[in-house]
Structure formats: structure tokens, C-alpha cells
């Protein structure tokens, strides 16, 4: 069933004033800022979204100067506010939004909130968790896995994958059996950090997948380490292991 409501423009100033009161709040908890995280704040405003991704959807362009792994640890709350927006092409059912123009195939299971914007295809027996959003033309192939990422438009995820907290670009393809690992299990320490600029960054976080750029293409069975960054037009061989924290491999986006 559709909603009966005319289509709307999403409330940009209402996202803008949520979320400025939000990050507000979270980087002046009890007035504790340390010289660690103010450089670590001044390291991350080197690493933006668009520099990665040409054309951010335009329901995320209020927040494409997070840093990604803020992005997504909050993209769960970010598409709940979202998805009451959305106009009546839209069916919306329990907190999941799908675009009436999308093929879903038999046995997909999703969990909300999830947004699935014009002529996407999910494949038969994916799975969606925690907060996922896949742009306009996004394929995903059956039997993936896709937890707290951002999947822009025209990206294809073939089958057997799995993505995990993490943001991908336009007109990336990932082969079968290619992974966005997104936790350290075997690691005692779990807090993960990237490598940018040379530099290595603390995300604060024990969740965070990868960062694609455009137009980036990931072999069958490659496996992306957590806290990946891939600028675009990045290739990564089949069975090739991405690891650039522990390989201290410095990423430049010019």
C-alpha cells in the first residue's frame, strides 16, 4: 500500500538543526576535550566524502562533512528521521521505505530503518540490517549481507558479499565473495584506525567498514580490511587482502 500523501522535499533545515544539536551535545560532553582528540578532529577534516564521491544522495549532503565512521554509527538514526520525508512513490512499511520502481526478489529479509530509492534490484535471499540506504539503480546480488552502510547510485554488490558500516561510492562493482569487513574479532584491542595522508587516525569506534570512491572495482573473494580507504577509480585484485593500517600505506586523494 502507498502513501496517499503528496511528495515532498525532505526537511533539510529540521536534519541541519537535529543534527547540530546532536554533535554539539556529543563534542562538549561535560566541557572534556583533550589535545588527543582535537587533533585527531583536525585529521579527520582532511578526509571528505567529496573528495571520494562525486555526487553524495541529496538527503546525505547535510552530513557529507562527517567523518565516514560518524556517519555510519549514526546512519541508523539518519534514515529513521528520513524515511517520514519521503512522498508517496514510496511504500512504507515498519520503518522500511522502498521506492514503488524496485524489483525485490523472493527471500529478502530486511530489517529496519532501510531505504531503497529509484529502480534498484535486490537480489534473492539478501539480508539488510541496522540502517541501510541504497541510492537510485544500486543491484544487489543474491544471498548479500549489508549492515549500516550507504550505497550510492548505480553500484553493483554481486553476490555472497557482505558490507559492513561502511559508505560506497558510484558505479563501484563488487565481484562475488568480496567482503567489507567492518570488526577486528581476532584482535584483543578492536578499536580500529585508518591510514590517511600518512597519518594514522583514530576512528574511536570498534565498527567501521571501508570508504569507496567512484567508479572503484573490488575482485571476487577480495576481503577489505576494517577502516579501508579506497579513493576512486581504485582496483583491488581478486583474493588480494586490503590492510593499510598494518601495511602503514599512505592513501592520497589528489
Given amino acids: 500500500m502507498y502513501l496517499n500523501t503528496p511528495t515532498r522535499d525532505i526537511n533539510q533545515n529540521q536534519i541541519i538543526e537535529w543534527w ?3 554533535t554539539k ?4 560532553l561535560m566541557g572534556q576535550v583533550t589535545t588527543h582528540s582535537i587533533n585527531s578532529f583536525q585529521m579527520e577534516q582532511k578526509l571528505t566524502l567529496k ?3 562525486s555526487n553524495i544522495p541529496e538527503v546525505f549532503k547535510t552530513f557529507q562533512n562527517l567523518a565516514p565512521w560518524e556517519l555510519t ?3 541508523k538514526e539518519i534514515i529513521e528521521r528520513i524515511i517520514p520525508e519521503l512522498g ?9 521505505a522502498i521506492h514503488k520502481s524496485v524489483t525485490v526478489e523472493k527471500g529478502v529479509t530486511i530489517k529496519g530503518p532501510f531505504i531503497a530509492m529509484e529502480h534498484c534490484h535486490i537480489g534473492a535471499n539478501s539480508y539488510f540490517r541496522e540502517g541501510v540506504f541504497l541510492g537510485k539503480s544500486v543491484k544487489i546480488g543474491p544471498c548479500t549481507e549489508v549492515k549500516s552502510s550507504l550505497i550510492c547510485s548505480r553500484t553493483a554488490i554481486a553476490h555472497l558479499n557482505y558490507i559492513g558500516n561502511s559508505i560506497i ?7 562475488a565473495g568480496s567482503i567489507a569487513a567492518n570488526h577486528y574479532n581476532e584482535r584483543e584491542n578492536k578499536r580500529i584506525w585508518i591510514t ?6 583514530d576512528t574511536g569506534v570498534e565498527k567501521f567498514g571501508a570508504l569507496v570512491g567512484d567508479d572503484s572495482k573490488i575482485g571476487a573473494n577480495g ?3 576494517p577502516g579501508t580507504i579506497l579513493t576512486k577509480n581504485s582496483i583491488v585484485e581478486r583474493l588480494e587482502l586490503v590492510d593499510q593500517q598494518s601495511k602503514n600505506i599512505k592513501i592520497d586523494p589528489n
Fill in 223 to 225: 576481503v577489505l580490511s
Fill in 73 to 75: 554509527t549514526d546512519l
Fill in 20 to 22: 547540530s544539536l546532536k
Fill in 169 to 175: 561510492g558510484q558505479n563501484v562493482n563488487f565481484e
Fill in 51 to 53: 573528495d571520494f564521491i
Fill in 25 to 28: 551535545s556529543i563534542r562538549t
Fill in 88 to 96: 508517496s512513490e514510496f511504500k512504507v512499511e515498519n520503518g522500511v
Fill in 196 to 201: 590517511y595522508h600518512g597519518e594514522s587516525i
